[in-house]
């Protein structure tokens, strides 16, 4: 077996507010995700949200049913949406090849049997950032690149925040039952992400944090917004954001991060913005 999980369990401001550092940590940061030769998955409780990573090598790897899952095979009742952060790679729905450059995306919808991921440079892997959702139907697989994502450009360098947001499973791109997924990349100089922050009380979301160069890092802040914590992450780190909580973050340096949702709706505008001076 090389696919690997484990499970983090929901959890209310109420607790988070007395967590000391390393507690925090062990509930809402992912480690580990990107091993070569591995499929390691974490099975959130936040809307049974998954996050992982598939890093095929010499051999390819099959995406297994995990055991909290209780299905025949992954997809029995769910969706997911794959983003390539390595070298090309292949992935194989049902028979049908489909292959990802570097931060190509793929939804594979509800139904879908066998998921096979392939490196096509064993020494140079591809990087697969998986998100899965629960779903309720079955969509077709498709493709997304920069070419059909929609793409905005927010923030400015006066306010750290210069960025692109590549919106790539998202409804105008391609029909999913919950999930949302994108890209978002810092401009030179900027460091702010999310910024002003906001909640989303309607859907959890995970931030993957990847282009963080080696000696750097990025202070990731949850919480609510009058009562906000920093996750210090590295590069090829994820961190879960509970439905209450902001997410944003602010880098020593430039970097990238995709972002996944999954809840009650599928509209990517509906946020509670909060105000930056109102923060605490
Ligand atoms: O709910 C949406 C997500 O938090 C992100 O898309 C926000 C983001 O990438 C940014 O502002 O930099
Ligand atoms: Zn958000």
Redesign the pocket.
Known sequence: MSTHYQTRYASSPKEVKKLDTQELRNEFLIQGLMKKGEINLTYTHFDRYIAGGAVPGSESLKLEAIEPLKADYFLERRELGIINVGSEGTIIVDGESFTLGYKEALYVGRGKKEIIFKSEDTQNPAKFYLNSAPAHKGYPTKKITRENAEIVE?GALETSNA?T?NKLIVQSVVQTCQLQM?M?ELKTGSVW???PA?V?DR?M?VYFYFEVPEDQAVCHFMGQPDETRHVWMKNNEAVISPPWSI?AGSGTSSYT?I?G?AGENLD?GD?DMAAIKDLK
């Open positions: 927010l960025r947001i994108g978002t992400n999310t910024m906001h989303h859907r979301e997410h991060f972002w949702m990517y946020m």
